[in-house]
């Protein structure tokens, strides 16, 4: 069980989802402990096994994503994570998501930019550079030769770097989403276009169990138009500051209850994208305070 911290943040950064690494490591426990005493016993590394096990069934569960996106409704985001002192629980020090190691490569950004890679790119890139593992190792996972698999990883890093070239660092994140905050709450549209950049990009997701925007909304005024829109017909909003996958974000509440959670990326002085969270499947640790 020792293992079983290192295993959800495997599955959390292959897949994006809390819940879906969660059961990617029940699968993979059910199937050591469904192995006789013998055939454990000559498993010479168990947390290699678990790690090679469990990162196939995430290998696989990526095969079938664009099939179950595409049955998605609206648009997919990442499943957020609050910073660790925000997270609440009923079952204390039992939720796996206690767990989750809190660095860059689960801003949500970055998490994005993996949805792009092919599944063999994004698991010979987390299992390499993330996680250190060997390219000889990675190939005994992902059927392919270690040469291969350094071409994967490569080509993933750089499709990385790309996508963070001019990316703002932490603290100029921070100030902008508080001004942010300020002009939203004042509803000051010039203001909140100041902060946007001309081709800003909102993205929702409701999962269709919540009302979200269907598609992307683009462009400043059209962004900020929409906002400012949101803020007018939610009674009793309150908008607070938070840590968002280990970066500045916001949390909107209503009586007390969190209704979205916004992760944001900034290029250069301006907001580039706004991703809001609001399928409640996805704020199982933001639901309460």
């Known amino acids: 069980m020792s293992e079983r911290r290192r295993l959800i943040n495997l599955g959390y950064r292959l897949l994006g989802s809390l819940a879906d690494a969660e059961d990617v490591v029940q699968e993979t426990y059910a199937r050591w402990y469904a192995m006789s005493p013998r055939e454990q016993e000559a498993i010479d590394s168990p947390g290699g096994w678990l790690t090679t096990v469990a990162s196939r069934i995430c290998l696989d569960l990526l ?12 648009e997919w985001i990442p499943e ?12 204390p020090g039992s939720d796996p998501a206690d767990r989750i190691t809190l660095d860059e490569s689960i801003n949500m950004a970055f998490l994005v930019v993996l949805e792009t890679m092919t599944p063999a790119e994004r698991v010979a890139f987390i299992l390499h550079d993330v996680f250190r593992y060997s390219f000889t190792e990675i190939s005994e ?21 790309a996508a963070q070239a ?43 169990l919540v009302s979200a925007v269907l598609h ?16 007018g017909r939610t009674a009793g909003l309150t908008i607070l500051e938070r840590s968002v996958n ?17 992760a944001f990326e900034v290029t250069g002085d301006q907001i580039k994208h706004i991703w809001g969270v609001r399928n409640p499947d996805k704020l199982r640790l933001w639901t309460a305070g």
């Open 141 to 161: 996972i992902v059927g392919r030769s270690p040469a291969a698999c350094r071409q994967l990883a490569t080509s993933a890093r750089r499709r990385i770097r």
């Open 246 to 262: 280990s970066t500045p974000g916001l949390v909107l509440q209503v009586d007390g209850v969190t209704m979205a959670v916004l």
């Open 216 to 231: 992307p909304v683009e462009g400043s005024e059209q962004v900020a138009r929409y906002l400012i829109d949101i803020a």
């Open 63 to 74: 095969g079938s994503a664009r099939a179950r996106r595409e049955r998605y409704v609206g």
């Open 166 to 208: 001019s990316t703002a660092p932490a603290a100029r994140l921070g100030g902008l989403v508080r001004e942010f905050k300020l002009a939203w709450e004042a509803k000051d549209i010039d203001a909140l276009i100041g902060l946007l950049d001309p081709d800003v990009t909102a993205i929702g997701d409701g999962g269709g």
């Open 80 to 91: 957020p994570v609050p910073d660790r002192t925000e997270w609440t629980t009923g079952r």
